[in-house]
């Protein structure tokens, strides 16, 4: 399975201040058909998960361009570029190039 | 606008069985693979099983394989998971998601699954 790292476990940040998540593979998301299948997910408090980033960096309708993605092979980014309240929550990377899709532990964002 | 709403979580004994259902509105339900995740209270997210659009291919993860059964029924736009010989540790929310080429998009609210005696 590919095993998917996320770090920090927790991020306190400052509302209006960046905030950046790692997420790492234990191997390359590229698929043979030439596409990476990453994405990012927010689950906020109480709610089930929602998804942000498709693609390693398309963003679903409706997400604020405040997020973005990057990355590439092994390792990617998830950036808010600043940080509002309503970003408060849990987000999580999975990889969808292999069977089983397999998902990141979790960013738990909180405003410090 | 896609809606998935899951049902038929509950309390149960260790060793019983629970059906769950996910159904699904505003999009093709019989075009789209589905998919089923849970997650454990204050864990991460767990994929359990997939299901083609025709039913015709499924898969589990080794966690739930032998125990758990995917199905739907394109003509009521349900997708359905069969749990028996439940244990503590399926205890979880479960969620249904809706499964393109590639990723998960959307997901239902989720339905509490409790396994206790």
């Known amino acids: 399975d590919a095993v998917m790292t996320q770090s920090p476990l927790s991020l306190p940040v400052t509302l209006g201040q960046p905030a950046s998540i790692s997420c790492r593979s234990s191997?390359?998301?590229?698929?043979?058909?030439?596409?990476?299948?990453l994405n990012w997910f927010q689950q906020r408090p109480g709610q089930s998960p929602r998804r942000l980033i498709y693609?390693?960096?398309n963003r679903d309708s409706g997400v604020p361009d405040r997020f973005s993605g990057s990355g590439s092979g092994t390792d990617f980014t998830l950036k808010i570029s600043r940080v509002e309240a309503e970003d408060v929550g849990v987000y999580y990377c999975?990889?969808?190039?292999?069977?089983?899709?397999?998902f990141g532990g979790g960013t738990k964002v909180e405003i410090k | 606008e896609v809606q998935l709403l899951e049902s038929g979580g509950g309390l149960v004994q260790p060793g019983g069985s629970l059906k769950l259902s996910c159904a699904a509105s505003?999009?093709?339900?019989?075009?789209?693979?589905m998919t089923w995740v849970r997650q454990a209270p204050g864990k991460g997210l767990e994929y359990l099983s997939h299901?083609?659009?025709?039913?015709?291919?499924?898969q589990y993860a080794d966690s739930v394989k032998g125990r758990f059964t995917i199905s739907r029924d394109n003509s009521k736009n349900t997708l359905f998971l069969q749990m028996n010989s439940l244990r503590a540790e399926d205890t979880a929310v479960y969620y249904c998601?809706?499964?393109?080429?590639?990723?998960?998009?959307?997901w239902g609210q989720g339905t509490l699954v409790t396994v206790s005696s």
């Open positions: 998601g809706r499964r393109p080429p590639g990723s998960l998009d959307y």
């Open positions: 505003g999009f093709t339900f019989s075009d789209s693979d």
């Open positions: 299901i083609s659009a025709n039913s015709a291919y499924t």
């Open positions: 191997q390359s998301l590229v698929h043979s058909d030439g596409n990476t299948y």
């Open positions: 693609k390693v960096s």
């Open positions: 999975m990889q969808s190039t292999y069977w089983p899709l397999t």
